[in-house]
């Protein structure tokens, strides 16, 4: 009998998560054995139970029903489909080469074609040939920034993809047509005033945004500004941005950062701590090259560099720039004699509303240099000549697609 009701009574191993309603009842100091012994007096002191031999089969439909009942999830956490899933990256292979575009520092650009889709895209392909410390922190940066500072004159990244090796690692962003610089100097004649307004209040949306995200671009420059056959430009290549809330090293922010012809002068001048004020500087250097046609400080050398600055804005002075003095490398470098700023003779055919924008972008402290936020609201964009609409630009032939355009009398053919 003893060995009849062991048979018939369930077992199931138990975990600190099942707890059945019949736990809660029992007494801790009762012990599994007895409570087994008391079942079966109990069945045999009955003998006209109507359901004798289904009472040991009730805990095992409790369990399956409180099996049942369990979420399958905590109660403090939303279920799994609530989740994104995690996809494993598509294979380089999803898109078919179509020609390269350009190479820089930290990778190449190629021009590729979706086999899916049919969306012409750009592939940047990182350089990890001879990276020996793992992924680089510079392509982290670059996918980071780019997934935060998702903005309407900021490229899009699409996904990053993969190819047979270790080392083939891109990025997919959206196909651009011109790029700035290139298109500065193929243009037959120089953008209006009322299209540079036009570029210059989405290029300020633009940082104005990467700076509310706390993210750094640091390397500001035409060539790195898109732009498509609708009008609109895209702030892209963002290899050297880095959050600037983030703790610093030791040595502090590097000094490599920026091409030298849109470096601002404190970083000329070795200082360790910067913030946006970088930017603006480089923002400064890009509006005058649009309407110059042609870049506003072609220095070979930081010397050089900074000899041009004085010369243009005049040397630094305890007035416009009280904390001179204190950068690293400033008592290396002998300030020429004082002299007027020479931007109103070199920009005379801008307004006075323009010149001072161009200043205040160009201000040697870089605490009192105009932020992106505040240059969004600067008169310049409210006087005539008005900002041009975006859809009334003209469209050029993309370098970048192996366009290119032939001068005929009274027309332009592209091929």
Known sequence: M?????????????????????????????????????????ISSVPDHPQPQQKPSKPEARQGSSER????????????????????????????????????SYGVVFRARDKQTGDIVALKKLKLDE???????????EVNSLMMCK?????????????????????????????????????PSPFLQSEIKTLMLQLLSAVAHCHDRWILHR?????????????????????????????????????????????APEILLGAKEYSTAVDMW??????????????LFEAKGEIELLSMIFKLLGPPTTHSWPDYHTLPLAKTISLPPPQLPQLQQKFHYITAAGVDLLSRLLTYDPERRISATEALKHPYFSESPFPKHPDLFGSFPSAAAGEKYVLVPDRVLIF
């Open 2 to 42: 003893s060995d009849t009701a062991d048979y018939l009574t369930p077992s199931r191993k138990r975990s600190r998560w099942d707890v059945d309603e019949e736990d809660t009842q029992i007494p801790l100091s009762q012990q599994p054995p007895k409570r087994r012994s008391k079942s079966r007096s109990t």
């Open 219 to 263: 390397d500001l420059k035409t060539s790195n500004l898109l732009m498509n056959n609708r009008g609109t430009i895209k702030v892209a290549d963002f290899g050297l941005a880095r959050r600037y809330g983030d703790p610093v090293g030791v040595g502090g922010l590097t000094q490599l950062v920026v091409t030298l012809w849109y470096r």
């Open 69 to 104: 009942r369990r979420p399958t999830h905590s109660i403090y956490v939303p279920p799994r489909t609530s989740h994104p899933q995690l996809q494993p990256s598509r294979s380089v292979y999803s898109y078919e080469r179509l020609n390269s575009i350009e190479e820089g």
């Open 131 to 141: 990276e020996k410390n793992g992924f680089p922190i510079t392509a982290l940066r």
């Open 282 to 295: 480089s923002v400064g250097c890009i509006f005058a090259e649009l309407l110059l046609k042609e870049p």
């Open 151 to 187: 903005h309407e004159n900021v490229v899009g990244i699409r996904e990053v993809v993969v190819g047979d090796t270790l080392t083939q690692v891109f990025i997919v962003m959206d196909f651009i047509e011109h790029d700035l610089k290139t298109l500065l100097t193929v243009m």
